[in-house]
């Protein structure tokens, strides 16, 4: 008896490769972000450039010569870090301290000091004096310097505290805003920041604040002038690696989920 064997049909298939799938227009959107954050990258490079150069121009005009103080002062909005020359005498008995500070040495150095630095050779203060401008009424405020603690009251100084008509060469200064964080001034006679509205108030001042300049020949226990920092923010090297580094980041993830479909 033979045996029957079913019957097989032999099928050969052969895979059809699938037509790659489209990117959809929300895939395209999502691209907004990682070009978005490198352009603010770009911008940030751009800013950071700007900065530096607007850095290198204001210190270069610490050393410019100085011209004469304007007769209308409010011209000195416009003239900030300039060198100015100016005659007068100062009223001793409206002097003011800010700080704590530490002290800018005449070649550039700075010590260390601050609001819980103990150490006198570092930690002082500035000194804020009203200038009355010879030939006109007009009061300003002048810081003439820097002083240790032990030197804060005005007896332990005084060969600096000048009675006589002076002429001065100083820094243009603007007010400044009360930093983040930072509490209230202890009382009228010292201050933490540059705070015109309330010096100018207890001084009779005209809202004008000249950093006087470091003089080699003051008396013994004078303050030391050349304290001017110019003072510009310039956070835009971390902005810019924070910028590109989203922008590298958010690149790859559109990458690998839009374009190459690969699920995390």
């Known amino acids: 008896m033979t045996q029957q064997h079913p019957k097989v049909d032999y099928i050969t298939s052969i895979p059809i490769a699938k037509k790659k799938d489209k990117i959809t227009a929300l895939g395209w959107f999502l691209l907004i972000i990682p070009a978005t954050t490198f352009g603010l990258g770009v911008w940030q490079v751009k800013r950071k450039i700007w900065k530096e150069q607007l850095i290198k121009e204001l210190d270069k005009q610490l050393h410019m010569e100085p011209v004469d103080l ?37 070649d550039g150095g700075e010590t260390q000091g601050g609001l ?20 006109r009424d007009d009061i300003v405020l002048v810081n003439r310097g820097w002083i240790s603690r032990k030197h804060t009251e005005k007896e332990t100084r005084s060969l600096g505290q000048y009675q006589n008509e002076v002429e001065l060469t100083a820094v ?10 930072t509490p209230d001034h202890k009382d009228g006679q010292v201050y933490l920041y540059r705070d015109l509205n309330r010096m100018c108030k207890s001084s009779g001042a005209q809202p004008i604040f000249l950093d006087a300049v470091y003089d080699p020949k003051a008396p013994e226990g004078s303050p030391i002038g050349g304290q001017t920092r110019v003072t510009l923010r310039n956070d835009h090297l971390s902005y810019l690696v924070t910028w590109f580094s989203l922008s590298a980041a958010t690149a790859y993830l559109w990458h690998r989920q839009i374009v190459r479909r690969i699920p995390f």
Do not use: C, W
Request: charged share 25%; aromatic share 8%; glycine share 8%.
């Open 70 to 106: 304007p007769d209308d002062l409010s011209q000195l909005s416009q003239m900030e870090y300039r060198l100015v020359k100016l005659r007068g005498r100062f009223l001793h008995d409206k002097e003011m301290l800010m700080g704590p500070r530490s002290l800018i040495r005449p």
């Open 116 to 135: 819980f630095s103990q150490r006198d050779s570092g930690n002082g203060y500035l000194v804020i004096t009203p200038f009355q401008l010879a030939d």
């Open 172 to 181: 243009v200064r603007q007010g400044e805003t009360r930093p983040q964080f």
